[in-house]
């Protein structure tokens, strides 16, 4: 299971950190991706982190802005959002990967947090 | 690469057979294809990974087929529940998803 927390409401400029716990499963065996989506949209990739921390990788429109991060102690991954901007309203998803320590890639991502909705607005 | 899913919206009756279309810009490792399902207000679902591999809890009645750059999500006899949007996407070291095609009850 993956829980997450942190969304909320705040002003462009601001930020927020979004965290995913999981619980079941040891976390730092698996890569995990974050993907947001607009209400009614599709699918955004946004950023992912291997299973030991050790690569992390953003799409360009969060790149500078968004920093991923994860703690094995806590079984936990974080996304720090600064510098908000309106067009990061969404809801965010946490995902882990399918298969450990990048096998094949990591064949996808085959169990999903719950969603926290973004909202930045003046 | 940008993957492009056709049609965008698909009208079928329950018991059809759905053919869900992905194709990408460039050739691409068929390793590295998965699909999704998406019902409203639920987070995704992986069906398929390695463009043909089954996850776990993936109903026989999906199947994944092709190879760089064209891939198929073939639903082979459609149940109420499987009227949802579903979504291609490239993973690996790039990562990215088609803009979705919406399979609804003719």
């Known amino acids: 299971l993956l829980v997450q927390s942190g969304g909320g409401v705040v002003q462009p400029g601001e930020s927020l950190t979004l965290s995913c716990e999981a619980s079941?499963?040891?976390?730092?065996?698996?890569?995990a991706h974050w993907v947001r989506q607009v209400p009614g949209k599709g699918l955004e990739w946004v950023s992912f982190?291997?299973?030991?921390?050790?690569?992390?990788y953003y799409s360009d429109s969060v790149k500078g802005r968004f920093t991923v991060s994860r703690d094995s102690s806590k079984n936990t991954v974080y996304l720090e959002m600064n510098n908000l901007r309106a067009e990061d309203t969404a809801m965010y998803y946490c995902?882990?990967?399918?298969?450990?320590?990048?096998?094949?890639?990591?064949?996808?991502?085959?169990?999903w947090g719950q969603g926290t909705l973004v909202s930045v607005s003046s | 690469i940008v993957l492009t899913q056709s049609p965008d919206t698909l009208s079928l009756s329950p018991g059809d057979r759905a053919n869900l279309s992905c194709r990408a810009t460039?050739?691409?490792?068929?390793?590295?294809l998965a699909w999704y399902q998406q019902r409203p207000g639920q987070p995704p679902r992986l069906l398929i990974y390695?463009?043909?591999n089954r996850a776990t809890g993936t109903p026989n009645r999906f199947t994944g087929s092709g190879s760089g750059p064209d891939f198929t999500l073939t639903i082979s006899r459609l149940e109420p529940e499987d009227f949802a949007v579903y979504y291609c996407?490239?993973?690996?070291?790039?990562?990215?998803f088609g803009q979705g095609t919406e399979l609804e009850i003719k």
């Open positions: 995902a882990k990967e399918t298969l450990a320590r990048r096998v094949y890639y990591g064949g996808g991502t085959d169990l």
């Open positions: 079941g499963f040891v976390f730092a065996t698996y890569g």
């Open positions: 982190i291997y299973h030991d921390g050790s690569y992390k």
């Open positions: 460039q050739s691409l490792s068929s390793v590295r």
């Open positions: 390695g463009a043909t």
């Open positions: 996407q490239l993973y690996g070291s790039f990562w990215t």
